[in-house]
């Protein structure tokens, strides 16, 4: 009687192996390697069934011991070739490791290009905004210590309060750069729309902003990519796309929250776009998107402009 069940029970037990295994041929992507595999756990299975109907007969009719042995031959066929070819499938895992591998590095240098880009374009603004003005400031207190004439102490002093204001203004300037204190603050939505207005005032381009994230309150990480991968995609457009017009629409849906770019510029041929030769800095920006775990996509042809769809859950 317990062999009887346990026969049983292995017979189960293969079917689930097969039905499992005949299930995963899809994640396989279809390999050959797979499908024979399965095919010789279901074979295997039915064998075990012809071994039932031996327990209860005590023998195989003729035509069920003879399909029984061309099946054992059969499975012992798929299983060699099956495992033969699963090579294939080793040969794969440790190709997908590899470009796993690449791409973690190219994400890591693009990383690293990008905080490199920042503390040059922090350096240069130090040098060349907030330099000049204290070397003006040190010149302007030597010239003060060395006069002697009352109004023409008084007129330093005035030129030197107005080097100081500009010089605080300067720092102000560079501090919002490094962090919007207006994206600290008064979030998302605020500190886009000045960015912006800031933009529509030079005149240079048209930008047309909606959204439904007055009141949005988000992750500060998230606040920040958003924030930096807009900006990044405005300057982008002003510096090589010959754009007039600018459309950004900003909705949340539920908990996922959507952005749409578009311009009017010359656009590229994306399906053959070198993202570092161009030096537009979307890998950068698909990298700040990836790092949030949202989805960057782009569409753009030549004279057909941009169109950058971003989503991210929230």
């Known amino acids: 009687m317990i062999e009887y069940i346990s026969l049983i029970l292995s ?49 195989l009719p003729y035509f069920f011991s003879t399909l029984n042995s061309w099946i054992g031959i059969l499975i012992s066929i798929l299983i060699t070739v099956g495992v033969f070819l699963m090579r294939k499938i080793f040969q794969f895992m440790k190709k997908t ?25 922090f350096a240069k603004d130090l040098h060349d905004d907030l330099g000049p003005l204290l070397s003006t400031i040190k010149m302007s207190i030597s010239a003060l210590s060395n006069q002697k004439n ?108 959507d952005i749409i770019y578009r311009d009017n510029g010359k656009g590229f041929d994306a399906e053959i776009l070198n993202i570092e030769k161009k030096g537009m800095g979307l890998n950068n920006i698909q990298n700040r998107i990836k790092s949030i775990k949202g989805i960057f996509e782009i569409k753009s042809s030549e004279n057909q402009g941009v169109e950058v769809k971003i989503q991210i859950k929230i």
């Not at 992507?29 to 024979?36: D, E, F, G, N, P």
């Not at 470009?99 to 240098?109: F, G, I, T």
């Open 97 to 121: 490791e590899e470009d796993r591998v690449e791409a973690d590095l190219k994400e890591l240098n693009a990383t690293i290009r990008t905080e490199e880009k920042e503390r040059r374009r």
């Open 150 to 257: 009352l109004e023409n102490k008084n007129e330093i002093i005035q030129n030197l309060d107005l080097v100081v204001d500009e010089a605080i203004s300067s720092i102000k300037n560079i501090s919002n750069n490094l962090s919007p204190h207006i994206l600290n603050n008064f979030g998302l939505e605020r500190a886009l729309k000045s960015f912006i207005n800031k933009i529509n005032l030079s005149k240079s381009i048209v930008i047309n902003y909606t959204s439904n994230v007055e009141n949005l309150k988000l992750d500060e990480t998230v606040e920040v990519v958003v924030y930096r991968t807009v900006c990044e995609l405005i300057n982008n457009t002003i510096k090589y796309a010959d754009a007039s017009k600018i459309e950004i629409i900003v909705t949340q849906n539920d908990k996922i929250l």
């Open 11 to 59: 017979i189960l037990l293969q079917f689930v192996a097969a039905f499992f295994a005949i299930r995963l041929i899809k994640r396989t992507k279809y390999s050959l390697a797979w499908i024979l595999l399965s095919s010789g756990f279901f074979f295997m299975a039915i064998r075990r069934v012809f071994e039932l109907i031996y327990f209860e007969y005590d023998q």
